[in-house]
């Protein structure tokens, strides 16, 4: 796939509005082939290498193939399961991505992060160690690869709060998120994951729909909110609200 190499569009110039009644019922597919014709350079996916973030992956580098790979930007939060990691490394080798590994400022180890901040600093201070170890990390990360759109894997039935999440919105910096799942179940993205053999995190098969750090994720009871097992113990705090 060939396209222009630089941005078509500007993020503030979209009526986002009509863009969005366009592509409310259309494939992740179509959406993500609009965002890398009009958005060719200066895209960004972001992902936590959960299943759909692995769905996306797989449509830009192996259905897509724009010219220049749109690189995927991971959180190295220091708190992953090993899991994750090892499917990191695995999608990195298999996909060739251009990965971004963007980590916390000063600490390279979780016993270094623990020695910093204190031990088990979300239990004392959960929106800090958010701060820490994903708001900072993703804007630095958005900032510093110039980002003027950038790619999620959000889905409106993840949870009540993202039932009105619209498909292309803009984030407090005005750069142009877009959320090519926002009109698709789970059973969609598992749908299309067994049809195209993509690779997932085995802990999906083990009660976990949605997997962040290991010391705040659980497994979920069968017709729970996917993402009630995030953030456990924080009074139901789901982590949309550190989704910007």
Not at 25 to 44: F, Y
Not at 172 to 200: G, M, S
Request: net charge positive; charged share 25%.
């Amino acid at each position: 796939m060939t396209q222009s190499t630089e941005p078509l569009v500007q993020p503030a110039s979209l009526d986002l509005r009509k863009l969005n009644q366009k592509f409310e019922k259309a494939h992740p597919k179509d959406i993500l082939t609009w965002c890398v014709v009009n958005i060719p350079t200066r895209l960004v996916q972001t992902s936590a290498f959960n299943v759909d973030d692995m769905l996306i992956t797989d449509l830009l580098y192996r259905a897509l193939k724009p010219a220049q790979p749109v690189p995927v930007l991971f959180l190295e939060t220091l708190h992953h399961f090993p899991q994750t990691l090892e499917l990191v490394a695995r999608a990195k080798a298999i996909y060739q991505l251009d990965l971004k590994v963007y980590k916390i400022k000063g600490v390279k180890t979780r016993e270094a992060f623990a020695a910093r901040y204190g031990e088990a600093l979300w239990e004392k201070d959960i929106e800090r160690f958010a701060q820490l170890t994903k708001i900072e990390p993703l804007q630095r990360g958005l900032k510093e690869l110039g980002a003027i759109a950038w790619i999620t894997g959000c889905r409106r039935d993840q949870t009540t709060a993202r039932k009105d999440m619209p498909i292309f919105e803009l984030d407090q910096q005005q750069r142009l998120k877009v959320n090519p799942l926002a009109n698709w179940e789970r059973k969609e993205t598992w749908a299309y994951v067994f049809e195209h053999d993509v690779i997932y995190n085995p802990l999906h098969d083990q009660g976990y729909p949605s997997i962040g750090d290991e010391p705040l994720t659980r497994p979920v009871r069968d017709g729970a909110d996917e993402r009630a097992g995030r953030w456990r113990g924080m009074d139901g705090k789901s982590g949309s609200g550190f989704h910007f």
